[in-house]
DNA sequence: CACCTTTTAGAAACCGATTTCATCTTTTTG
DNA sequence: CAAAAAGATGAAATCGGTTTCTAAAAGGTG
């Protein structure tokens, strides 16, 4: 404790334990140029000798690049951006980039600090997720930051949002929705409510204009009142059901913005004896570990976290190589009907 | 896209601008010596005007700190790990602190090839979670390779493992885990079986050598057959309950070495119209959503995460600048009583 | 064997900050 | 009012790599 070696091996005490010059060391490093058997043999016993670590910094300031990704989500306890970064990481890795992972708690002024961060410690590229990017009524500025740091380095986001023209990954729910509902109505399901996020979320409102135009293309109903505004969270899922439940008439069916607002409603459920899913049927949507661990488990719309992960990644890479191609990518998902739902047996 | 300025603004662009010496700028920036007012202003005026930066790179090379954090855990989707994260990177921005987040997956090989890449990265200091520091059964040069590694940059492990000495902070559950079994019963329960993960993990080893005691303690029955091994997931929960349930006397309790395999039991249970808490209690550790997600309820250790992952980041920091008095921390638990443990009214 | 090309490797400049050292000014003090 | 102390600032070295430029050595060709 308390005494750390102060100096570091450089490339130049191996330089001149070789007997070489520094130069010829680095090209053994980079492979960037042609070294003789016999120097390159003594160099690098020399760098084993030493345990030598290259000073990264040192070679992101002399080349300009730091193989390092900045990565902003809202919250990473939330599962379904811990399992994207997850997955992003691997990727990532394999492309030898490290990430900076920070949560924004959805703050704008706390986002901009840590894009500010990044930009500082010159990262080459930075994944966006939430907050702002996910509001279609903040402040223009935030959008024009997001552009403005686009043009400095690149930037992928990960929801749809019209506001902000920078290259965007974004899961494609569409066909699962209405699958999901064409589920419901052959469980003898006739009518849904929607328990969904705020307006000004672009996932919320997107999701509630698909599930609305399904419930009507297969001829359930769904009620104005039946929309329930609200939160993420377990917590806002029983708030919202508590909410659907002083309508006049209930739906049979409620589907959820995600899995943790779909736990919340089943735990009003099961708090006021109303059956799942002989009473009423209940729908999630990301896939998380949340389902299996509800009871009864709850049908969700998956998402393919290593494919929508592997697209931000392969994006993000593309644009740093400048081999950018697409700005727009969807990633797909599918339906997994678990106990929620199952009234009818197949 | 594609045509990003290749040229950064330095601190020599604005000492030009503002008429100065790039030290002098350089002190504005820091603030370690002296700069009269006027001159002051007129550099941060031009800071304003060119957006300007200060290279991090660079700065890091030239003071040998990058206020950058490595940060490895098994897993980031075991919310177990995002939370204590969570809260640590809230800590660590206050100081000025970004981590590098990574995954090791548990794979040593994997742990070895990330701790390398932050050596290289210079990081000031690394919070290793689980994998090699978890288990005390790996060769050990692992553990020896940690200790080499404390010896050129600060480490913090979240685990006590004997065969490793660099500074620890620990969850000490003791405590929790008597007022659990005492919970237990007062509940009417009288035996207990526990769903644990592997001997070879400290996690593993130290919670079923306390729920031992603790039962024995109570004078609740712990049959060496009740206790069954497994790994951390509901999966793992599913089949560990499958296997305890094969035996031919069944305890009337069931400790859970994490939230997830309590989900798991609950599956079990579920699937096998066993009443939860009627026919058996079932308890996890963790305090994450998905206690709240399961039904019943999950009674569990609930962790403090907040202050475990502040002493984590203090000691670290305090490691950092050589200012670190204690080399073990505990950080206390308590329990949380919810309805899989609930069967008298109070 | 002389001439040209290719290969290999060193010297030195460079990336962009910080910091030491020296210089010049200004202020304090006896 | 002169000498000493304090304050502000610039020049230049430094951190540890990469890369360009150049020169020497090796190899190929007529």
Redesign the pocket.
């Given at each position: 404790m308390g005494n750390r070696p102060k100096?570091?091996?450089?490339?130049?005490d191996i330089a001149k334990a070789a007997?070489?010059?520094?130069?010829?060391?680095?090209?053994v490093?980079?492979g960037?140029?042609?070294?003789?058997e016999?120097?390159k043999k003594l160099i690098m016993e020399q760098i084993e000798m030493y345990d030598?670590k290259?000073?990264a910094l040192?070679?992101g300031?002399?080349?300009?690049k730091s193989f390092t990704i900045g990565f902003i989500v809202p919250d990473i306890k939330n599962q379904y951006f811990s399992t994207v970064y997850y997955e992003f990481e691997k990727y990532a890795l394999k492309n030898n980039y490290t990430a900076l992972v920070a949560n924004s708690q959805s703050n704008y002024e706390r986002e901009s600090q840590l894009l500010n961060m990044f930009l500082e410690k010159r990262v080459d590229g930075i994944v966006l997720m939430g907050g702002r990017v996910d509001t279609n009524s903040c402040d223009k500025k935030y959008y024009d930051e997001i552009e403005q740091i686009n043009k400095i380095v690149p930037v992928v986001v990960t929801s749809k949002n019209e506001n902000i023209k920078v290259p965007t990954v974004y899961l494609d729910e569409e066909q699962s929705i209405y699958d999901l509902i064409s589920h419901l109505k052959s469980q003898n399901c006739s009518s849904v409510g929607l328990l969904c996020g705020y307006d000004n979320i672009n996932v919320s409102f997107i999701r509630r204009k698909q599930f609305k135009e399904a419930c009507k293309f297969y001829g359930l109903e769904m009620r104005e009142e039946w929309i329930i505004d609200g939160d993420f969270s377990i917590e806002g899922g029983i708030r919202a059901m508590t909410k659907l439940s002083q309508c006049l008439k209930v739906p049979d069916a409620v589907c959820c913005i995600n899995d943790m607002v779909a736990a919340g409603a089943l735990n009003y459920v099961h708090a006021n004896n109303i059956d799942v899913p002989g009473d009423i049927l209940i729908t999630g949507i990301d896939g998380s570990y949340i389902c299996e661990a509800a009871y009864p488990q709850i049908t969700t719309i998956q998402v393919d976290y290593e494919s929508f992960a592997r697209k931000v990644c392969q994006m993000l890479i593309d644009s740093i190589n400048q081999t950018c191609i697409n700005t727009e990518v969807p990633s797909k998902t599918n339906v997994i009907v678990r106990g929620s739902t199952r009234r009818i047996l197949k």
């Amino acid at each position: 404790m308390g005494n750390r070696p102060k100096k570091n091996v450089t490339i130049y005490d191996i330089a001149k334990a070789a007997n070489v010059s520094p130069a010829t060391v680095s090209r053994v490093l980079t492979g960037n140029a042609k070294v003789s058997e016999e120097k390159k043999k003594l160099i690098m016993e020399q760098i084993e000798m030493y345990d030598f670590k290259p000073n990264a910094l040192a070679r992101g300031l002399s080349v300009n690049k730091s193989f390092t990704i900045g990565f902003i989500v809202p919250d990473i306890k939330n599962q379904y951006f811990s399992t994207v970064y997850y997955e992003f990481e691997k990727y990532a890795l394999k492309n030898n980039y490290t990430a900076l992972v920070a949560n924004s708690q959805s703050n704008y002024e706390r986002e901009s600090q840590l894009l500010n961060m990044f930009l500082e410690k010159r990262v080459d590229g930075i994944v966006l997720m939430g907050g702002r990017v996910d509001t279609n009524s903040c402040d223009k500025k935030y959008y024009d930051e997001i552009e403005q740091i686009n043009k400095i380095v690149p930037v992928v986001v990960t929801s749809k949002n019209e506001n902000i023209k920078v290259p965007t990954v974004y899961l494609d729910e569409e066909q699962s929705i209405y699958d999901l509902i064409s589920h419901l109505k052959s469980q003898n399901c006739s009518s849904v409510g929607l328990l969904c996020g705020y307006d000004n979320i672009n996932v919320s409102f997107i999701r509630r204009k698909q599930f609305k135009e399904a419930c009507k293309f297969y001829g359930l109903e769904m009620r104005e009142e039946w929309i329930i505004d609200g939160d993420f969270s377990i917590e806002g899922g029983i708030r919202a059901m508590t909410k659907l439940s002083q309508c006049l008439k209930v739906p049979d069916a409620v589907c959820c913005i995600n899995d943790m607002v779909a736990a919340g409603a089943l735990n009003y459920v099961h708090a006021n004896n109303i059956d799942v899913p002989g009473d009423i049927l209940i729908t999630g949507i990301d896939g998380s570990y949340i389902c299996e661990a509800a009871y009864p488990q709850i049908t969700t719309i998956q998402v393919d976290y290593e494919s929508f992960a592997r697209k931000v990644c392969q994006m993000l890479i593309d644009s740093i190589n400048q081999t950018c191609i697409n700005t727009e990518v969807p990633s797909k998902t599918n339906v997994i009907v678990r106990g929620s739902t199952r009234r009818i047996l197949k």
